[in-house]
């Protein structure tokens, strides 16, 4: 069974810094694109960012860019999102999913974790 | 950047048939895939390239993309198809997911 545990969540204080881990199982981990999506409290689902099987690939979306850095070890299939700096607006369930891609622009997430929460408050 | 934007709302009568748009700057160009978000859930990927259901999705789930528009429709709907629904698309590879609308099976 293809599986997405996310750990690492938790309250931070704004401008402080936190680490999210993805642990894949039931699937060959280093053949896939894998990104975080967050969803803050009662709001819509926001792509995060994205990494390519070997790593030499990453993109963000623009809010994040310069303060989190997505990366993988394939020996260990997981998935990381390194966070800092983090504010308020950075308050949200943090997914881990699996991209298949079919080909450029052709592509979906499937599956996904449970998510794990991610409060900055002071 | 690229937006996707859906209805907040939708209403169903339960065996009546849902239609979701998602309406987007030349979307029929692109792949359109679908999410199912029930409550306190993760999203489940519904549909994906344009019209395909992943194995385990009931018939009664369709998409077509054509246009500026993507369209998710629900057949004969039930009241386990209550959920949010979110549409997503890819732009420079970046993925850029629809503002979800709620479907409600009164």
């Known amino acids: 069974e293809v599986q997405l545990v996310e750990s690492g969540g938790g309250l931070v204080q704004p401008g402080g810094s936190l680490r999210l881990s993805c642990a894949a199982s039931?699937?060959?981990?280093?053949?896939?694109?894998m990104s975080w999506v967050r969803q803050a409290p009662g709001k819509g689902l926001e792509w995060v960012a994205n990494?390519?099987?070997?790593?030499?690939?990453?993109y963000y979306v623009d809010s994040v860019k310069g303060r989190f850095t997505i990366s993988r070890d394939n020996a260990k299939n997981s998935l990381y999102l390194q966070m800092n700096s983090l504010r308020a607006e950075d308050t949200a369930v943090y997914y881990c999913?699996?991209?298949?891609?079919?080909?450029?622009?052709?592509?979906?997430?499937?599956?996904w974790g449970q998510g794990t929460l991610v409060t900055v408050s002071s | 950047s690229y937006e996707l934007t859906q209805p907040p709302s939708v209403s169903v009568s339960p065996g009546q048939t849902a239609s979701i748009t998602c309406s987007g700057d030349?979307?029929?160009?692109?792949?359109a895939c679908w999410y199912q978000q029930k409550p306190g859930q993760s999203p489940v990927l519904v549909i994906y390239?344009?019209?395909k259901r992943p194995s385990g999705i009931p018939e009664r789930f369709s998409g077509s993309n054509s246009g500026n528009t993507a369209t998710l429709t629900i057949s004969g709907t039930q009241a386990m198809d209550e959920a949010d629904y979110y549409c997503?698309?890819?732009?420079?590879?970046?993925?850029?997911f629809g503002t979800g609308t709620k479907v409600t099976v009164l």
């Open positions: 990494i390519k099987q070997d790593g030499s690939e990453k």
């Open positions: 999913a699996r991209v298949f891609v079919y080909s450029y622009g052709n592509s979906w997430f499937d599956p």
């Open positions: 039931g699937f060959t981990f280093s053949s896939y694109w």
């Open positions: 390239q344009d019209s």
């Open positions: 030349k979307l029929g160009d692109k792949y």
């Open positions: 997503q698309a890819w732009d420079s590879s970046r993925g850029v």
